[in-house]
């Protein structure tokens, strides 16, 4: 209803710049590819426009930009119903420069892995197909990658699916990933198997290399190390002993080479899995920061009670002796009565 009581330059102005630009690019990318296909230079236009494995070496902005294109209309809406929301949701909470990284990380290392994997698959394989016949495009790697994101912030938030089903945010990106693995599977790899990908690198991202910013000014921090973040806590139990042996395996590799931001570690914990105290997402950590300045502002505006002196009082309960000014007696006068009363 705030939708329809607004105009919708209003509605537009009011969403954040870096989804209202990337938004925008998506469409005028993708109705540009369906342009160029209708009218017959398609073929000529797509090692322009989407990433090939075997073409995109001389054209790389591509394993970014490809995202933008969406190549079929059903897709398009779908992903016009999904990233703008949730990246307006990600750029209030994160700010503007985090959400480019994310989504520049997300897809454009996701793209990455899949074009190294496909020169893989064409030097075993000696198939061409996995050069020039796959194209990827679209947002399936930054769909899954904004659902890893709300799993750290809102794990718990329920959200109900086409009307009917009713499931908590933490569960959806397993279900997007096994939808995923079930389609590579049975032949369709490309761009499904870039689900695979965006998972691991927006986890990775947030999990050790988002940048934290304080809200009370502080030093900032990198990626949250809490344990329920951890990477044992997308698997069931039964794998999490090899999973985590994988983990820590491969996290102490890559700190012993530097390639992750230092973080304070517990030793008794065991492995990074095990890091307590970690940001368990931005919301609960600006609450708390803000709960804390606020607990100090009244603790520093409350006044402080006067000292008490130690036995200044009796185990009966007495009132310490005065002089005769009306001021309280010496130390020594306290402890003599106290003795007088003793005896």
């Keep these: 209803m705030a939708v329809l009581s607004t105009s919708p330059l209003q509605f537009v102005a009011s969403i954040p710049l870096v989804t209202r ?20 230079d398609g073929e000529f236009s797509v090692p322009y426009l989407v990433l090939v494995p075997g073409s995109s070496l001389f054209y790389p902005w591509t394993f970014v930009t490809s995202a933008l294109v969406e190549t079929g209309v059903l897709e398009l809406l779908f992903t016009l119903l999904v990233i703008p929301a949730s990246l307006r949701y990600l750029e209030r909470l994160w700010g503007a420069v985090e959400t480019i990284k994310f989504i520049v990380v997300t897809v454009g290392v996701s793209n990455i892995i899949a074009f190294g994997l496909n020169w893989i698959e064409y030097f075993v394989l000696r198939s061409p197909v996995f050069l020039y016949g796959q194209w990827y495009h679209g947002q399936m790697a930054l769909q899954i990658g904004v659902l890893v994101a709300f799993t750290q912030l809102i794990p718990e938030h329920q959200v109900q699916l086409f009307g009917v089903l009713k499931t908590r945010v933490k569960t959806l990106p397993m279900a997007y990933l096994g939808l995923s693995t079930v389609l590579c599977l049975i032949g369709f790899q490309c761009p499904w198997i870039v689900i695979q990908f965006g998972w691991l690198v927006s986890w990775v ?52 080479f530097h390639l992750i931001p230092l973080a304070t570690v517990d030793v008794e914990a065991g492995g990074y899995t095990q890091v307590p105290g970690g940001a368990r997402a931005e919301a609960e950590r600006r609450r708390a920061m803000a709960l804390k300045a606020l607990d100090q502002r009244m603790a520093g505006g409350a006044a402080s009670p006067a000292p008490r002196q130690s036995g200044a009082t009796s185990s009966t309960g007495t009132q310490p002796p005065q002089a005769s000014n009306g001021e309280v007696a010496p130390q020594s006068t306290l402890d003599s009565t106290k003795v007088k009363e003793e005896e």
């Design 205 to 256: 991202w947030l999990r050790f290399y988002k940048k934290n910013v304080d809200p009370m000014g502080g030093t900032p921090t990198y990626g949250d190390r809490s344990e329920t973040f951890a990477l044992v806590a997308w698997f069931p139990p039964f794998v999490h002993t090899p999973i985590s042996w994988l983990g820590n395996t491969v996290h102490g590799l890559a700190t012993k």
């Design 21 to 40: 630009v990337f938004t925008a690019a998506t469409i005028i990318a993708s109705l540009l590819f369906y342009w160029l296909w209708w009218t017959g």
